[in-house]
């Protein structure tokens, strides 16, 4: 019978039972958390240490003698960090906290008789004994840098929290001391020296030992993350380049992203078979693979299940950006994810592409302006480039940038003229009259990567920026109008981001959420280029092909969002560098079919 109270018998063996298993790692991450903040709220404020309330934050030993408040500080940072960990199940966050419960247990019943104290320990600590197999989850991929993201966070985080140390003694502050001399006072006192600020009786040194404890905090943990072994970001190997390559001359017809698979910065899991892969890039614990997989679509389920079970291991959130209607199909098939329209890309059949007509006037007219300005073309094959000419178009990408961030991961190659991609086209615009620019008469770049042996697919556009407007338009007309000749029967555009949405909302007969739906997204292209880009490629009267997104919640959408955009290069949140500490490193470029570049812009 539906809505039947369930008996006391049953609700006792519930907790009895405890918890699911799959449920004790969030469980236990929150009361971490709690623990955590009840601990900082216990040493900072000294009235809170001595209620009741922190009773519930006597799992760790943050009350022992004259170093009550620093080690009550200092363990709730540290608690607050490792539910993260917990949360995620890792082992190691597994291994720290089951060695740090009992040692709190100990003190709470040693030094004060604290039974509660104990209890709660033993509550956190039996859970996380009976299902240790639920945080199995191995280390992230990581980097040396993140040591100096800590030193950076971490200090600013304690220099907050010692300001509020310093202010919350009013009564026993000699003096009135100004904000300068707080501020000095936290400084001096993180490295453990005494500062201009005096107090009455004991609290100057429950002042010194916190700051201290903050000061010490922040040095070991970036110490630690320094001189940790290095679990380095996988890369894609010379072996696993092959293999793909051997894939993609078998069944690259099928997805015009598959060439962008090749990105050197990427990871690939295969299916047992060897032929099918998933390339993928981990960003701020998401695994993001872009496009279909590669390879013969009955091997995708296999490399679909170790694509799931590596995000698995490691506690990552899986997603997939841009694929097509069948691959979203066979993800959401073998894996109950579920998929939602990102956009469309467009996509122009050689065959069916002309200037004639009044849809093409536009064009039409703006390629002829440029051509009468004198302007010229040439569309070539990366190998029959020489290769002087070679080294002055990549100078001339690098510059032409126009951003200090390289842009680019699930459409974008990420190199120009690598000896390895010899059937990548490059279209150039050059301007012989007037006074030549630091690349000579060159003007204009635009570069394709295969798709299939028919077809390519565009990677990246870069201009001068003093070139007359149009420079894209030019190109990609000479593109088509030279690609019958090179054996190319269709060429794949930009990324249009919610193509339908603004279509279909500026219609006749849109119903009110369309058209508000379609006026946020026309307000954000103040920032992000969704309806200029929309606009630029249905000038060349494409064909719209749908592309998904692959996600396992609703609720991790958000992230998704914010890791595509790192990977992007749209968005830096762990630490922007200043640029003389930034790593020279082959990085990527400029995504064509996401997000669109300025020179898009300014066609």
């Known amino acids: 019978m539906s809505g039947e109270v369930p008996s006391r018998s049953s609700v006792a063996r519930r907790i009895v039972r ?11 991450a929150r009361a971490c958390a709690l623990v955590g903040v009840l601990d900082i709220a216990a040493g900072v404020f000294p009235r809170f240490r001595h209620s009741r309330m922190h009773a519930m934050a006597e799992v760790l030993p943050g009350a022992l003698g004259p170093f009550a408040a620093a080690l009550s500080l200092s363990t709730g940072v540290l608690l607050l960090l490792l539910a993260h960990g917990l949360r995620r199940r890792k082992r190691r966050a597994w291994r720290a906290a ?28 039996v859970p996380l004994l009976l299902h240790r197999d639920e945080f199995a989850a191995l280390p992230d991929p990581r980097s040396r840098w993140r040591a100096l993201a800590n030193f950076v966070l971490m200090g600013a985080g304690s220099l907050v929290l010692g300001l509020i140390v310093v202010s919350v003694h009013p009564k026993r502050t000699i ?19 005494e500062g201009p600020v005096d107090y009455q009786g004991s609290t ?12 010490l905090l922040t040095a070991v943990t970036t110490i630690y993350l320094a001189f940790r072994p290095e679990h380095p970001a996988a890369q894609l190997t010379a072996q696993d380049e092959a293999h793909l390559r051997a894939l993609l001359d078998k069944h690259g017809g099928r997805d015009s992203l598959g060439h962008f698979a090749l990105r050197r910065d990427k990871a690939v899991v295969f299916s047992p078979s060897g032929k099918a892969a998933v390339t993928y890039r981990v960003v701020s614990g998401v695994m993001l693979a872009s496009g279909d997989p590669i390879g013969d679509v009955e091997a995708w389920p296999g490399a679909i299940e170790r694509f799931m079970d590596e995000a698995k291991a490691h ?16 993800w959401t098939r073998e894996t109950g994810l579920d998929a939602l329209e990102l956009g469309d890309e467009a996509v122009v059949d050689v065959a069916d592409f002309s200037l004639a007509g009044r849809a093409m006037r536009n064009v039409r007219q703006m390629v002829k302006r440029i051509e009468r300005a004198g302007y010229a073309t040439r569309v070539r094959r990366i190998r029959d480039l020489g290769d002087a000419e070679l080294e002055r178009i990549r100078r001339a990408a690098e510059d032409w940038r126009g951003t200090d961030t390289e842009r680019g991961f699930s459409m974008a190659l990420g190199r120009i003229g690598d000896p390895a991609d010899g059937d990548c086209l490059i279209a150039t615009a050059h301007k012989a009259e007037g006074e030549p620019g630091p690349y ?4 204009a770049i635009l570069h394709f990567v295969p798709w299939g042996t028919d077809g390519v697919s565009l990677d990246l556009m870069r201009r001068d920026r003093s070139a007359d407007p149009g420079m894209n338009e030019l190109l990609i007309v000479a ?42 997204l026309v307000f954000l292209s103040r920032w ?43 968005v830096d949140v762990a630490l922007p560098l200043p640029r003389f500490l930034r790593r020279r490193t082959a990085v990527a470029r400029p995504c064509a079919h996401g997000p669109a570049e300025r020179d898009v812009r300014a066609a």
């Open 528 to 570: 992000f280029q969704i309806e200029s880009l929309y606009k630029f490629n249905a000038k060349f009267q494409p064909r719209w092909e749908p592309r998904f997104v692959v996600y396992r919640a609703s609720g991790d959408l958000p992230r998704i969002g914010l890791a595509a955009l790192q990977a992007e290069g749209f």
């Open 175 to 193: 003096g009135d001391p100004s904000v300068a001399d707080r501020l000095t006072h936290v400084l001096y006192g993180l490295f453990g020296f």
């Open 204 to 215: 100057s040194w429950t002042v010194a030992f916190s700051l201290g404890a903050l000061g």
């Open 440 to 443: 000579g008469d060159l003007k």
């Open 98 to 125: 089951v060695a740090l419960l009992p040692a709190g247990a100990v003190a709470q019943f040693t030094y004060r008789h604290s039974v509660i104290g104990v209890l709660i320990s033993l509550a956190l600590l």
């Open 18 to 28: 405890g918890p699911r298993p799959e449920a004790v790692p969030t469980l236990v």
């Open 315 to 330: 506690s990552w959130t899986p997603a997939v950006m841009g694929c097509s209607e069948t691959g979203g199909e066979v």
């Open 479 to 520: 593109a088509l109008q030279a690609a019958p000749k090179l054996g190319i029967s269709r060429v794949s555009l930009n990324f249009a981001m919610f193509r339908s949405a603004l279509a279909r909302g500026e219609k006749i007969g849109a119903g009110p959420v369309l058209r508000a739906w379609r006026g946020l």
